[in-house]
């Protein structure tokens, strides 16, 4: 393993110092260090391919810092997203100049607000801040809003709507982003933005819409059943209330034009999620849309029977909350096992399982 004298001196110079991080540009041949006292770098003169010269100076590095050249082991790509990596050299990855290295450090359960600082700077790409995001460390750390403000302004350049989706819901945790910002990304409307403020904020998304008409009826009649904790009655209010018919709207505007099947599956357990509380416990993962509408007329228990002798017109509220709570994988199994088309064919497949779907919304609205 042969350098250039002068990469050879520098090299050692550098780390001969206190580094906390190296990064190699690869495309410019220049190495930077991170230290307490700044950032330093090296400008490399290679004397044989690039690709060659730099898997020579990765494997010198390795020698010097973990001990042995091999360098690091990036085919365990999978295993580091995973969050398996040991968590006793944190520090000392980040020092090799290996983007995977990098990923696994981002991706470690035992990760601090220090070594995400550093490992921000080695790599900072927007995969990089999805992970650290969703590190609750990491959130409450001076870091979160750099971050944040990072995704917000790489958002325009996202491709995948699982990418859009996860970056908008992240961004809108613990005041990340300002009022001013928050509003901006609602603003664009696009389905994949409105996921993401459905699984941030589903209870507090911007520009409310009026409550259900019956509103005030609803809550001083229900008020004795929701002070003993009925869960129907509690979500029968929440369903109707200013947030409930915004969320119900914005569901139902992804619903009818949704890009793909991560827009669906993702609006699926948002909506499960916010009836969650009501679920039947023998809701399942085998039942499909003619089982859950059936299922759904079930009014056995207590609690239902308590709302209904209170109000006997709020079955079909009670129905097409039985329904939107059951919503999960099972229900479009039977079209996307057998196809993956996205856009218009999509919907135009998905139809026997939606058009229920907006009725109930409809009941819900009404």
Same mark, same amino acid.
């Given at each position: ?45 290679? %004397? ?36 398996? @990596? ?23 359960? #035992?990760?601090?607000? =220090? ?18 995001? &969703? ?25 995948? #709507? ?24 609602? %603003? ?32 001083? @009649? ?25 969320f119900l709207t914005i569901c ?8 793909? &099947? ?10 499960? &999620? ?25 009014? =056995?228990?207590?609690?239902?029977? &308590? ?6 017109a709020l079955s079909d509220s ?18 996307? #096992? ?29």
């Open positions: 393993m042969e350098f250039t004298p002068e990469d050879n001196l520098r090299l050692n110079v550098l780390l001969a110092n206190n580094l906390q991080a190296i990064r190699i540009d690869e495309s410019k041949m220049i190495i930077y260090g991170l230290s307490d006292k700044g950032e330093a770098k090296i400008q490399l003169h290679p %004397n044989c391919r690039d690709e060659i010269y730099l898997r020579q100076i990765r494997e010198f590095i390795s020698g010097h810092i973990l001990g042995s050249p091999g360098g690091y082991p990036v085919y365990l790509k999978h295993w580091n997203r995973m969050g398996h @990596t040991k968590n006793d050299n944190l520090d000392q990855l980040l020092m090799l100049g290996e983007p995977e290295a990098v990923v696994a450090v981002v991706h470690a359960p #035992s990760l601090t607000p =220090e070594l995400a600082r550093r490992a921000w700077w080695a790599m900072p790409d927007a995969e990089n801040a999805r992970s650290l995001l &969703q590190n609750s460390k990491i959130v409450n750390s001076e870091l979160a809003k750099e971050l944040a403000a990072y995704l917000v302004e790489y958002l325009p350049f996202e491709t995948e #709507s699982f990418n859009i989706i996860q970056s908008v819901y992240l961004v809108l945790q613990a005041d990340l982003i300002d009022e001013t910002t928050r509003q901006k990304l609602w %603003n664009r409307k696009k389905n994949a933005y409105l996921v993401g403020f459905l699984i941030a904020q589903a209870d507090d998304l911007p520009d409310p819409l009026a409550a259900r008409a019956n509103y005030d009826e609803l809550k001083s @009649t229900l008020a004795p059943l929701i002070a003993d904790g009925n869960q129907v009655a509690k979500q029968l209010l929440k369903i109707s209330s200013s947030s409930g018919q915004t139902e505007r992804v619903l009818r034009k949704p890009a793909n &099947q991560d827009i669906v599956n993702l609006l699926f357990d948002v909506i499960a &999620q916010y009836f969650k509380s009501i679920c039947p416990d023998d809701y399942n993962d085998e039942m499909n849309i003619s089982i859950l509408t059936e299922q759904a007329n079930n009014f =056995e228990s207590i609690e239902i029977q &308590q709302v209904l002798a209170t109000i006997p009670i129905r097409a909350m039985l329904i939107l709570a059951g919503l999960r994988y099972s229900i479009v199994r039977p079209v996307f #096992s057998r196809t993956t088309a996205i856009g218009s064919l999509m919907r135009k497949k998905l139809a026997p399982v939606l058009e229920p779907l907006f009725e109930q919304f409809v009941v819900l609205r009404n």
